[in-house]
């Protein structure tokens, strides 16, 4: 029997599927039992879900109730256990913190600290459910499972009836996982090219210009990782720095050419408008077009411990955001300030923002840790070519998300692509499963990206 490959590998080109399977029924301990392969399939769509029950996300209660299961794949990943560590130590923080308000007289509402305490348990058990399952199915079936569970929870929420750029608010997301989920599953890459390529355009025509610029990201890095992967002479640890260097270069370059195109009208009129207005203001059209950033910074220094979970801001706090937009000639008192960013809680419009103000320093430490865990595990496996395009999306995407997205809509990306790209830890055993829905040994083995490689049970 032909050996499993590891992550840094490429596997032989003569392996088939069937003898992946196999080898994959045979590492589970128990011959080939369908049951497991239906209860991951099951649970990637449901723990995707964030429709609320009682305040609590559908992902967070059926994680919670599946932790028996995934708990020990974590310490399998790499960085596993310290994220979920790291996720632990920052719900606990937030809780404190807001404990810390009331002798302050400081407002707090328990419905916040609970909606803002599950949203780190919505990320660690989506990522431990998909760890654990990566181990019975193909990065494609959890893929399309965890689209579709994407798509129900916009269906019930009404992002998709309700909002006046359906595809921007409710669609784009979904679609964009289940269609790259799709093309994952060929053994060509041109199927995955085509699919970004399509995304993209769609993202250009409806006025998505962060997921444009995304997917032509992900284009890039998803071709330039087969010409690394071949480079003779160097190891991949030389092949990862290069490629760091190289993804920064791209992201840098692809920020010009795509504010051109926006500046320019390429990508419509509406988008260009917006741009301009944006350039404008802030000299700039991230700095323009994300004025919570100033107001983040005036916030982390007037109350550098943060607010916690449940906290409410005070007037004062509201004045010393305004004061922080209108360093960049930000004109706030247009309503949005005290409507969005302070009138149902606190929302600072970034994941790094959010996490500060909830959790205080160990949510600034959860973040950097999550930064540097997703952009290690995507460089590892763009330099031994088998990251897959849905992949590379999701980190993009959760890496532009970080500074400049919301940490409500964030939460399932960052379970999906921790979920799908953190490392296999190499040479870890573990007692065989005396339950077939018990944790296989290791994860399954990744095939080289438009290669012959083997695969997991789709």
């Known amino acids: 029997m032909t050996a499993p490959a590891r992550l840094g590998t490429t596997p032989a080109r003569g392996s088939r599927p069937g003898r992946a399977r196999s080898s994959l029924a045979a590492r589970r301990g128990g011959g080939t039992d369908p049951l497991t392969p239906l209860v991951a399939r099951l649970l990637a769509f449901l723990t995707a879900v964030r429709t609320p029950i009682a305040l609590t996300p559908v992902g967070a209660l059926v994680g919670l109730a599946a932790a028996p299961m995934w708990l020990p794949s974590l310490r399998r990943f790499r960085g596993g256990v310290a994220l979920a560590v790291g996720l632990v130590v920052a719900t606990a923080w937030g809780v404190a913190l807001t404990a810390l308000q009331e002798p302050l007289n400081g407002a707090t509402s328990p419905q916040h600290l609970q909606v803002n305490s599950l949203l780190l348990v919505f990320i660690l058990a989506g990522t431990g459910t998909l760890l654990w399952a990566r181990a019975y199915l193909s990065e494609r079936a959890l893929g399309i499972a965890a689209g579709l569970g994407l798509l129900a929870t916009n269906v ?4 998709i009836t309700s909002s006046a ?18 093309a994952s599953g060929s053994r060509r890459w041109q199927p ?3 699919a970004l390529a399509a995304l993209a355009i769609a993202n250009a025509a409806l ?8 997917c032509a990201l992900a284009t890039l890095l998803f071709l330039a990782q087969r010409h690394w992967a071949r480079r003779g002479g160097t190891s991949v640890r030389a092949r990862v720095g290069s490629l760091l260097l190289a993804a920064v270069a791209a992201a840098a370059v692809l920020y010009q050419v795509t504010s051109t195109l926006l500046m320019a009208g390429y990508l419509g009129e509406e988008a260009q408008q917006r741009s301009i207005a944006q350039e404008e203001l802030g000299g700039s059209i991230i700095v323009g077009g994300r004025p919570e950033m100033a107001a983040t910074w005036a916030l982390m220094q007037h109350r550098p411990a943060g607010f916690g979970s449940g906290a409410l801001a005070s007037a004062e706090d509201v004045l010393v955001a305004k004061s922080g937009m209108w360093q960049i000639n930000y004109q706030p008192n247009n309503g949005y300030v005290e409507n969005y960013m302070f009138g149902d809680g606190i929302k600072l419009h970034s994941v790094v923002g959010d996490m500060w103000a909830y959790y205080g320093l160990a949510g600034l430490v959860l973040a950097a840790l999550i930064t540097v865990l997703l952009a290690h595990a995507l460089l590892a496996r763009l330099a031994t070519a088998t990251a897959p395009a849905l992949t590379i999306f999701l980190v993009c995407t959760a890496l532009w998300n970080i500074p400049f997205g919301p940490l409500w809509g964030t939460t399932p990306i960052l379970a999906l692509a921790l979920g799908l790209t953190l490392l296999p830890r190499p040479q870890v055993s573990s007692p065989q499963a005396s339950s077939p829905l018990a944790s296989p040994s290791r994860p ?3 095939r080289s990206v438009g290669g012959r490689g083997r695969r997991s049970a789709s």
Do not use: H, M, Q
Request: glycine fraction near 6%; charge should be neutral.
């Open 156 to 159: 019930l929420n009404g992002s």
């Open 165 to 182: 750029n359906a595809w921007k608010f409710g669609l784009a997301l979904p679609a964009s996982v289940i269609v790259l989920a799709l």
């Open 192 to 194: 995955s090219v085509l």
């Open 207 to 214: 006025d998505s210009r962060s997921a444009f610029a995304i």
């Open 444 to 446: 399954t083995p990744e």
